[in-house]
Nanobody, 121 residues
Framework: QVQLVESGGGLVQSGGSLRLSCAASGLTLDNYNIGWFRQAPGKEREGVSCISSEDNTYHADSVKGRFTISRDNAKNTVYLQLNSLKPEDTAAYYC???????????????WGQGTQVTVSS
């Protein structure tokens, strides 16, 4: 059974940092492209960052220079480092695994349940 579990969310002040983790069971993450997405109440799911199976990375313009995606294959875990957080970063954050590299939700097959990030002003 494939399972992706996000952790690391929480409440942080504007300008603060968090590190989100995406731990996998039932699949080997380094064989997949991994994406991080977020969804705020009343808004569509938005692609944030992705890392390919060859470790290429891409970040949406809204987070470029502030967020960093990385993977630890030994731990079968992908991370999203969130720095210089802003109130508009408040959302539920989801990781996903799939065969196509990019920030389209449709590229991804397996999804976690999400972790909440709340940034106060």
């Amino acid at each position: 059974q494939v399972q992706l579990v996000e952790s690391g969310g929480g409440l942080v002040q504007s300008g603060g940092s968090l590190r989100l983790s995406c731990a996998a069971s039932g699949l080997t993450l380094d064989n997949y492209n991994i994406g991080w997405f977020r969804q705020a109440p009343g808004k569509e799911r938005e692609g944030v960052s992705c890392i390919s199976s060859e470790d290429n990375t891409y970040h949406a313009d809204s987070v470029k220079g502030r967020f960093t995606i990385s993977r630890d294959n030994a731990k079968n875990t992908v991370y999203l480092q969130l720095n210089s957080l802003k109130p508009e970063d408040t959302a539920a954050y989801y990781c996903a695994a799939g065969d196509i590299y990019g920030l389209e939700p449709g590229f991804y097959t397996y999804w976690g349940q999400g972790t909440q990030v709340t940034v106060s002003s």
